[in-house]
Nanobody
Framework: EVQLVESGGGLVQPGGSLRLSCVASGFTLEKYDNNWVRQAPGKGLEWVAGISWTDGRPSYRVSVKGRFTISRDNAKNTLYLQMNNLKTEDTAVYYC????????RGQGTQVTVSS
């Protein structure tokens, strides 16, 4: 069974950090595009960061570049998103996905940035 399970979300103050994890089962992460997408309250899904399966290079949406880092541990078949200097506008449910649109995604983990 193909499955993506996210964890690591929580409540953090502005300027704080969180590290999200996504454990994949039933398939090998490195053979697919790896993405993080998010959905803020009342808004649609938006792409946050990704690793291309073709060259392994990371890419980021402009608003998170320099603050977020996407990485992968192939031995653990796990994808990560290190989020630093979090802002209130980063509040959302975060999903890992095998496509940038988030069609094939996990159940998500809530990130709330608030003072």
């Amino acid at each position: 069974e193909v499955q993506l399970v996210e964890s690591g979300g929580g409540l953090v103050q502005p300027g704080g950090s969180l590290r999200l994890s996504c454990v994949a089962s039933g398939f090998t992460l490195e053979k697919y595009d790896n993405n993080w997408v998010r959905q803020a309250p009342g808004k649609g899904l938006e792409w946050v960061a990704g690793i291309s399966w073709t060259d392994g290079r990371p890419s980021y949406r402009v608003s998170v570049k320099g603050r977020f880092t996407i990485s992968r541990d192939n031995a653990k078949n796990t994808l990560y998103l290190q989020m630093n200097n979090l802002k209130t506008e980063d509040t959302a449910v975060y999903y890992c996905a095998t496509d940038p649109a988030g069609v094939n995604r996990g159940q998500g983990t809530q990130v709330t940035v608030s003072s």
